[in-house]
T-cell receptor, first 114, second 114 residues
Framework: GDSVTQMEGPVTLSEEAFLTINCTYT??????LFWYVQYPGEGLQLLLK?????DKGSNKGFEATYRKETTSFHLEKGSVQVSDSAVYFC?????????????FGKGTKLSVKP | EPEVTQTPSHQVTQMGQEVILRCVPI?????FYWYRQILGQKVEFLVS????????KSEIFDDQFSVERPDGSNFTLKIRSTKLEDSAMYFC????????????FGPGTRLTVL
């Protein structure tokens, strides 16, 4: 079945460091891919998405490119801030059914130190 | 900005008891979902709901679980005869049009079964 694998955390970086969180997926067909973020005490928020191969999703300085050849959707940011500290979830939209059931990775906790 | 709300934020119950987790989706949304995350594991899809009936459900969503939209605003998840392994964070989500559109998540209810 469809699945998502993302790098284990926690990840600890200094402010202004470069961030990469790896995400790879297994799916039939061409799923849509998402990054969700969960700030402390809050729900999951959509950070960015890509719906077809070679699409680049971007938001708040974060980027991820849908790579079909490597089945990857790695999250990157050139210069992280303390306010980026959160848990990041990679997800794909399963193609089974009509309502769109998200399949998530385990989440990667990011801590950014000043 | 409209948001999905969930109550309670934390529920503690004894094994074998029934619990009801409550969600208020975004008011004009039509598609509703429940997901759960056991500590340290992936966020997993449980069920989707549209037009007052279940659209899809996962293998996890067995006869122990039920969902209901008792009025125009609430969306509930009932767990009958809770088990220790039901301890998890339960997330509600809603979507305006379902399918490949963004799902908006609530902050979650942490259920602890003793």
């Amino acid at each position: 079945g469809d699945s998502v694998t993302q790098m284990e955390g926690p990840v600890t970086l200094s402010e202004e460091a470069f961030l990469t969180i790896n995400c790879t997926y297994t799916a039939t067909g061409y799923p849509s891919l998402f990054w969700y973020v969960q700030y402390p005490g809050e729900g999951l928020q959509l950070l960015l998405k890509a719906t077809k191969a070679d699409d680049k999703g971007s938001n708040k300085g974060f980027e991820a490119t849908y790579r079909k050849e490597t089945t990857s959707f790695h999250l990157e940011k050139g210069s992280v801030q303390v306010s980026d500290s959160a848990v990041y979830f990679c997800a794909l939209l399963g193609l089974g059914g009509s309502q769109g059931n998200l399949i998530f990775g385990k989440g990667t906790k990011l801590s950014v130190k000043p | 900005e409209p948001e999905v709300t969930q109550t309670p934020s934390h529920q503690v119950t004894q094994m074998g008891q029934e619990v009801i987790l409550r969600c208020v989706p975004i008011s004009n949304h039509l598609y509703f979902y429940w997901y759960r995350q056991i500590l340290g594991q992936k966020v997993e899809f449980l069920v989707s709901f549209y037009n007052n009936e279940i659209s899809e459900k996962s293998e996890i969503f067995d006869d122990q679980f039920s969902v209901e939209r008792p009025d125009g605003s609430n969306f509930t998840l009932k767990i009958r005869s809770t088990k220790l392994e039901d301890s998890a964070m339960y997330f509600c989500a809603s979507s305006g049009t379902g399918g490949r559109n963004e799902q908006f998540f609530g902050p979650g209810t942490r259920l602890t079964v003793l």
